[in-house]
């Protein structure tokens, strides 16, 4: 049977996606990713005319969601311990730009993490906890967390469970799955129905009631294989979401999908969610050549077919496999005006036909929508030449968070790297560095 699509068009898809980016070769495989050396250079920053980068951390292990106080104190989550503790909170206390107090608690890991109404809100990998801040936004009792919800579902992979809290008190937290397209097992055939859409998706619960439980919560949108960047829109009054894209096609439909569709599909994905709102997963892709949402080859797609008539379509797309695992919507002032009210993404992972990633996007948003196409903002967190490299990717950016002078920080989960974006009107790249206290 003849493929529904040829080679050539799949292998232009990362232009389209990516705005005019260079060649790519999807045959080439990704950068390795492992530990380096930790006095190794920290990534030189490519960044636009008037931004700077310095790095304010180190060392600090899987550094998922982070937050920042008020008072300029950064909380920041860990995916693993780290002594023992799964929460740090860092501290500058002598106003050099570089974090020298670091104070743990929390024996959990997780990624979740925000400040909100006096609370510091984290998640485990099952549930929501909170802390009860002082005047100085410290955590009062950090051994005594107040649980907020438990019982979340956990498997092996995609466990993270990241939240958002609106201005209702409505706590909103993802549950992904845990299989990619939601097949039989050791099959290219789809279940139908899929029972892992009654549990995946986003859940809403009250943030500031306690010991709450999946009975307790609202299935508030479904058909998301993993959100793990999430934010409330202040504009729209609205819950945004970055979806990480599913797998490989070509295993059991090769008669329709090449491995360099598998490569370039499907785009990662951004949607603004409503209660009741559907996305169409697994059933359903979209394709960010054709522009159209894609009935799934396990359920009777043939890359052609479109399906998904009732589902919500995303607001933005991005190229496959980039790993959106940050959403922050930019309220600050100290950027230009282009930034305000726009959302930062940060990428966790690579398109390899295009060679890029490990980057934080830039989405430009008016009147609570986006208004024009994604851009990269600040990008080389890898290091090396994701097309020849010559060595191990660097840092992976990972969460995000405005501080209290508008500043952007970034957090690497790779080698627990944590950068502080600012604007200063003259600097166009930097090469950032990290006193060794």
């Known amino acids: 049977m003849n493929k529904p699509f040829c080679g050539v068009t799949y292998l232009l898809i990362s232009l389209v996606a990516m705005n005019g980016f260079g060649e790519h070769n999807p045959g080439k495989p990704s950068a390795p990713i492992r530990n ?10 490519k960044l636009p005319a008037g931004f700077s980068a310095a790095v304010i951390a180190q060392d600090l292990g899987a550094a998922r969601h982070i937050t920042v106080s008020q008072t300029g104190d950064v909380y920041v989550k860990l995916a693993k311990l780290k002594d023992g503790k799964g929460i740090y909170r860092l501290r500058d206390t002598n106003n050099d730009g570089v974090m ?9 890991p997780g990624t979740g ?4 109404n006096g609370y510091l809100y984290a998640s485990s990998n099952s549930s929501v906890y909170r802390y009860k801040l002082n005047e100085k936004q410290e955590v009062v009792n950090p051994d005594q967390p107040e649980t907020i919800v438990s019982g979340l579902r956990e498997k092996e992979r995609d466990k993270s469970k990241s939240i958002a809290i609106d201005n209702q008190n409505n706590l909103y937290v993802n549950v992904a799955s845990d299989n990619d397209a939601c097949r039989e097992p050791g099959t290219g055939k789809g279940l139908m129905p899929c029972a892992l859409r009654d549990t995946a998706g986003i859940w809403r619960f009250k943030a500031n009631a306690t010991n709450q439980t999946y009975s307790d919560g609202v299935h508030f949108a479904k058909g998301l294989k993993n959100v793990v960047g999430l934010d409330w829109n202040p504009k729209s009054n609205t819950l945004f979401v970055t979806q990480h894209g599913r797998g490989k096609f070509d295993d059991f439909y090769p008669q329709y999908y090449t491995p360099q569709h598998s490569a370039a599909l499907p785009a990662e994905t951004m949607y603004e969610l409503h209660q009741g709102d559907d996305a169409g997963w697994p059933y359903i892709y979209f394709d ?12 009777g797609g043939d890359g052609k077919k479109t399906g998904g008539e009732k589902n919500i379509s995303p607001l933005a797309a991005f190229p496959a496999h980039m790993g959106p695992n940050a959403l922050l919507f930019y309220t600050g002032t100290a950027f230009p005006e282009k930034y305000r009210n726009g959302a930062f993404i940060a990428f966790h992972g690579q398109n390899q036909p295009l060679n890029k990633g490990y980057l934080v996007g830039f989405v430009p948003f008016k009147n609570g929508k986006p208004s024009g196409p994604w851009e990269i903002f600040a990008d ?5 030449d994701l097309a020849k490299p010559t060595g191990p990717v660097q840092h992976r950016p990972c969460g995000l968070a405005q501080g209290p002078d508008g500043s952007l920080y970034v957090s690497d989960d790779l080698n627990g790297t ?7 009107g003259t600097a166009t790249k930097t090469t950032a560095s ?4």
């Open 288 to 299: 960010p050549v054709q522009k159209k949402k894609i009935l799934a080859p396990e359920y």
């Open 36 to 45: 380096v050396n930790k006095n190794a250079p920290a990534a030189e920053l």
């Open 418 to 424: 944590l950068y502080r974006i600012s604007y200063s």
């Open 380 to 384: 080389n967190f890898a290091g090396i």
């Open 113 to 116: 993490i925000l400040i909100k």
């Open 434 to 437: 990290a006193k060794k206290k």
């Open 100 to 108: 020298d107090e670091q104070v743990g608690f929390g024996d959990y």
